[in-house]
């Protein structure tokens, strides 16, 4: 008997020490994999570029055409994404601190956004100012369209925080500004990179939003190329200057947030912090939200609805419409889940087992949501036409693109996730003989399920109208509603094309409220 209280005790101790500093091989190995995939798009990248020739980069790159996009698109980050931050944090606030009137409406009315492709946001402001076309065009929209990123993530932490840590500093005579800047703000930190991380990259991926707007960035670039003359070189080689800049925020994001993590042990307080009374500013604090409402949702809606009436019953061609529906829901499914899986070994070691190797595997598998779809979409193509014939064209080459566009994605919500759920949990599982993996999935993976719903909704959310990558890779026959729309609308038929649009946001309105459910959740994890 003392013989197996011996084993079993030493086959705890090797548990527990399994989940050391460098992680658990089987899931060091897992990440190392998906790494590696990810770096299919870079490879195919560098390969141009080396085949290519100096002379031909410095002819490519080094020019004027370039150095405007280099300014167009810092310019988009330096503005979008701090007026982003002030603007999210300041609804977060009056919506979960404050006694504003109607906060829980306000609350839906913030994320709703999410609902309208970025695209459809930039047809609607198209119709509704078609002079409004420039930088200022291009920040007001990205913000209406992307603000709900930064929005969820911040309102959740804040109904997560322990009052008596705020409490507490008021007890020291800390005035409430300073309490919010010395106490709540610190504790919102990993909350805000990760949805400024998730902004930033769109800014530096999305297509339709800017060609719209007119403004011209490297992705609108990228793309115009392979349209116009199919410059393989020429694009390939502006993509490479495009994971220059990603992997540059990527590390900046790094940098800011460090290694520090907030949990706790326990219940802390059991109650929530009692709201603000605004007085006097309580009215006039309904602007706020009110005005980003009207903005962001009642533009578009009385846009799509001009287009609805205009069109008739005869755009709604239900042969055309039902198909293009159910290969879309099909193929958000399939891909929101295996982008979440395929996430989690990576997001875990980025918060338990931070170190060199693990930073090196978390900017392979963030860096290609830089990406446009167009770039990882031609090195499918070339990859499957050259190595692996059958793959080409197929549903697995193409939910196997989604995977690499919004890994990202998934992986940042779930690295915040994780980082909520306490690490103690899980060498006290090991340390009572379950084995490392089982130890992490009943304890971190479970806390963490929210967060992991809450990914997969935002994935879905993005394949739903995912346009330039489907469109090179979807087999024969599959056209899902975001193809449909943009080839109506790329021939002017704003009519013929607004049932795709009202179909994208009938289908993305249950992911957005599954997303604030499990936002709401975030409160009693």
Same mark, same amino acid.
């Given at each position: 008997m003392a013989v197996s209280v011996d084993l079993g005790a030493t086959k705890a101790a090797k548990n527990a020490r399994s989940l050391g500093s460098s992680g658990h091989p089987l899931i060091l190995g897992a990440a190392a994999l998906t790494g590696l995939l990810s770096l299919l798009p870079l490879g195919f990248v560098v390969y141009i570029a080396a085949t290519s020739g100096w002379g031909t980069i410095a002819d490519l790159v080094f020019r004027p055409k370039v150095g405007g996009l280099l300014v167009n698109t810092l310019m988009l980050l330096v503005l979008v994404l701090p007026l982003s931050v002030l603007l999210a944090v300041a609804l977060a606030w009056l919506i979960e601190r404050t006694d504003i009137p109607f906060a829980k409406f306000w609350s839906w009315m913030v994320i709703a956004p999410l609902a309208l492709p970025a695209f459809v946001?930039?047809?609607?402001?198209?119709?509704?100012?078609?002079?409004?076309?420039?930088?200022?065009?291009?920040?007001?929209?990205?913000?209406?369209?992307?603000?709900?990123?930064?929005?969820?993530?911040?309102?959740?932490?804040?109904?997560?925080?322990?009052?008596?840590?705020?409490?507490?500093?008021?007890?020291?005579?800390?005035?409430?500004?300073?309490?919010?800047?010395?106490?709540? $703000?610190?504790?919102?930190?990993?909350?805000?990179?990760?949805?400024?991380?998730?902004?930033?990259?769109?800014?530096?991926?999305?297509?339709?939003?800017?060609?719209?707007?007119?403004?011209?960035?490297?992705?609108?670039?990228?793309?115009?190329?392979?349209?116009?003359?199919?410059?393989?070189?020429?694009?390939?080689?502006?993509?490479?200057?495009?994971? $220059?800049?990603?992997?540059?925020?990527?590390?900046?994001?790094?940098?800011?947030?460090?290694?520090?993590?907030?949990?706790?042990?326990?219940?802390?307080?059991?109650?929530?912090?009692?709201?603000?009374?605004?007085?006097?500013?309580?009215?006039?604090?309904?602007?706020?939200? !009110?005005?980003?409402?009207? !903005?962001?949702? &009642?533009?578009?809606? !009385?846009?799509?609805?001009?287009?609805?009436? +205009?069109?008739? &019953?005869?755009?709604?061609?239900?042969?055309?419409?039902?198909?293009?529906?159910?290969?879309?829901?099909?193929?958000? $499914? &399939?891909?929101?889940?295996?982008?979440?899986? &395929?996430?989690?070994?990576?997001?875990? $070691?980025?918060?338990?087992?931070?170190?060199?190797?693990?930073?090196?595997?978390?900017?392979?598998? +963030?860096?290609?949501?830089?990406?446009?779809?167009v770039i990882i979409a031609l090195a499918l193509v070339t990859i499957t036409v050259q190595v692996a014939l059958p793959l080409y064209q197929t549903l697995a080459t193409l939910i196997f693109a989604y995977v690499l566009m919004f890994l990202p994605r998934a992986l940042v919500g779930l690295r915040t996730s994780i980082a909520q759920a306490p690490v103690e949990l899980e060498r006290a599982a090991a340390s009572l003989g379950r084995p490392p993996v089982s130890a992490i999935w009943h304890t971190t993976i479970r806390l963490a399920a929210p967060g992991a719903m809450a990914s997969a909704a935002l994935v879905a959310l993005g394949i739903t109208t995912e346009l330039t990558g489907t469109l090179m890779l979807a087999p024969n026959g599959t056209r899902t509603l975001a193809m449909r729309f943009w080839s109506y609308t790329s021939e002017l038929d704003f009519a013929s094309a607004a049932p795709y649009a009202l179909l994208m946001i009938v289908l993305s309105i249950p992911l957005v409220i599954m997303l604030h459910m499990q936002s709401d959740r975030v409160e009693q994890a």
């Open positions: 946001h930039s047809y609607a402001w198209n119709a509704f100012m078609p002079r409004f076309h420039g930088l200022g065009a291009a920040v007001l929209v990205s913000i209406l369209a992307y603000l709900p990123f930064l929005y969820l993530p911040v309102a959740a932490q804040l109904r997560r925080l322990d009052p008596a840590q705020e409490e507490t500093a008021q007890s020291m005579g800390k005035r409430p500004i300073e309490v919010f800047f010395l106490v709540v $703000l610190p504790q919102l930190r990993l909350a805000i990179l990760g949805g400024a991380l998730l902004i930033g990259l769109h800014l530096l991926a999305e297509y339709g939003l800017f060609v719209l707007t007119r403004f011209d960035t490297f992705a609108t670039a990228i793309v115009d190329q392979f349209q116009s003359v199919y410059s393989g070189p020429s694009a390939n080689l502006l993509g490479g200057v495009l994971v $220059l800049l990603c992997l540059g925020l990527l590390g900046l994001e790094n940098l800011v947030r460090g290694s520090e993590r907030y949990a706790r042990v326990g219940a802390g307080a059991a109650r929530r912090r009692g709201r603000v009374a605004l007085g006097r500013w309580r009215c006039p604090a309904l602007l706020l939200p !009110l005005i980003f409402a009207a !903005l962001s949702l &009642a533009v578009p809606v !009385l846009t799509l609805g001009r287009w609805l009436w +205009s069109g008739g &019953a005869e755009i709604w061609r239900f042969d055309f419409i039902l198909p293009a529906l159910g290969q879309t829901a099909v193929l958000a $499914l &399939a891909g929101a889940v295996l982008t979440t899986l &395929a996430a989690v070994p990576m997001a875990w $070691l980025a918060v338990r087992a931070p170190g060199r190797v693990q930073r090196t595997l978390e900017a392979c598998h +963030s860096y290609v949501g830089a990406l446009p779809g």
